[in-house]
């Protein structure tokens, strides 16, 4: 019998990281050192009380049927958070659980989209950005973001009869992978803007609890007039450590979200109850363990990236994110997988390719602070050592 399988499967490659992954056990198995910088996997624990919410709620049989929908005391848990720490009023019908962003912005493309219609997604971005709208059967548009602007999309330049079948546009600041953050000023512009052109904005806010140097991470719902026309993915997994969890919101415009409802209650039987208690102890619970970690974030970044330079690599500072973005050595051009494995082969530091991202992601490197200050900093001694640059 010849297996046949759905042509969509051709876009689809062996992932970096399983590469990657592959490589670095080869590496250990040598006996050799290895800095694994490439996943976004946080490092730091849950704090207790969200750990023990979780235990307790999993001791009681009751908490084992099919949830089917959000606890009441979830969904308060979430406007409590966003009139806390985000300043914004939210309805309970303008909130939902979603089993992790990622599934979340994969599904959502199929409430917004017909075959065909088109869908601004950013260049270079998280490639979950272009994936869940392709499974829509969208178009993908890509905009592009360059350092010359800062990393933003070009509102100006987008042309307005390719915009008029667009349905929906992805942003995420800060983003992943650039690591740049985007000034209030900006969404001010973005949510009119949009309005105008009759585009949904979508915002992946994964970060706003990892920004650094006094910067400010918002919620785009705190813009006048952004609940007409904009939804945002909210998740518990780098703020909270909660990423095995599987533990995120879309918040925002009702129809939106009502539709979403109705689209996911064909696929999923909701998020285990032992879960949804730990989330109402991670969003009610202080944020003491939130500041210190982003602190902790932006000391790795300071050993990573002012270490790097002090070697002869320019990589500049992240703005926000688990991690840093950088160019690569001009020696090796525009070929960032072959760096990358040139790197870990004589460093044991290992990346992630930026052509991982998107086609202008080509040339650079992604790095994850996912260690400690002092392996950081032994990481740096090893790029220089290795004679990469």
């Not at 979830?74 to 309805?91: A, D, M, P, W």
């Not at 974030?297 to 270490?307: F, H, I, P």
């Amino acid at each position: 019998m010849e297996l046949k399988f759905a042509d969509r499967m051709k876009d689809f490659e062996e992932g970096i990281f399983q590469v990657l992954n592959e490589k670095q056990n080869e590496r250990l198995a040598q006996g050799k050192k290895v800095y694994n910088l490439s996943v976004g996997t946080p490092d730091f624990k849950p704090a207790q009380h969200i750990m023990d919410a979780v235990v307790e709620a999993a001791k009681k049989p009751e908490n084992y049927k099919y949830s089917l929908a959000d606890l009441p005391e979830l969904t308060q848990s979430v406007i409590n958070r966003f009139r806390k720490r985000y300043g914004v009023e939210l309805e309970p019908d303008e909130i939902m659980s979603v089993y992790g962003s990622q599934e979340g912005i994969t599904h959502i493309g199929m409430t917004l989209c017909n075959p065909g219609d088109g869908v601004l997604v950013p260049n270079p971005g998280y490639p979950i950005f272009s994936i869940g709208p392709s499974l829509a059967d969208a178009r993908l548009i890509p905009y592009d973001l360059t350092e010359e602007n800062g990393y933003l999309p070009d509102l100006d330049a987008m042309d307005d009869e390719l915009l008029k079948e667009v349905k929906f546009m992805v942003v995420s600041y800060p983003l992943n992978p650039v690591c740049k953050a985007a000034p209030k000023s900006f969404y001010e512009r973005l949510v009119p803007w949009a309005k105008d052109k009759n585009i949904v904005i979508i915002h992946d806010n994964a970060y706003s609890d990892i920004i650094y140097d006094g910067r400010e991470g918002i919620s785009i719902l705190s813009i006048p007039g952004a609940k007409d026309n904009c939804v945002e993915f909210y998740s518990l997994s780098k703020s909270y450590n909660y990423t095995g969890a599987r533990m995120s919101f879309l918040v925002g415009n009702k129809e939106i979200v009502a539709n979403f409802k109705k689209l996911r209650s064909q696929i999923d039987y909701g998020i285990f109850y032992p879960v949804q208690h730990g989330a109402i102890a991670a969003l009610n619970g202080p944020d003491d363990m939130i500041r210190a970690q982003c602190l902790e974030y932006q000391k790795r970044r300071d050993a990573l990236c002012g270490g790097l330079r002090s070697i002869g690599w320019n990589i500049q500072d992240s703005e926000g994110t688990m991690f840093a973005w950088g160019s690569i050595p001009e020696k090796y051009g525009e070929d960032d997988v072959a760096f990358v494995m040139d790197l870990m082969e004589k460093s044991g530091v290992l990346c992630t390719p930026g052509s991982s991202f998107g086609t202008l992601g080509k040339g650079h490197v992604r790095f994850a602070l996912t260690l400690p200050v002092e392996v950081i900093e032994e990481a740096v001694e090893a790029v220089k050592d290795a004679g990469v640059l």
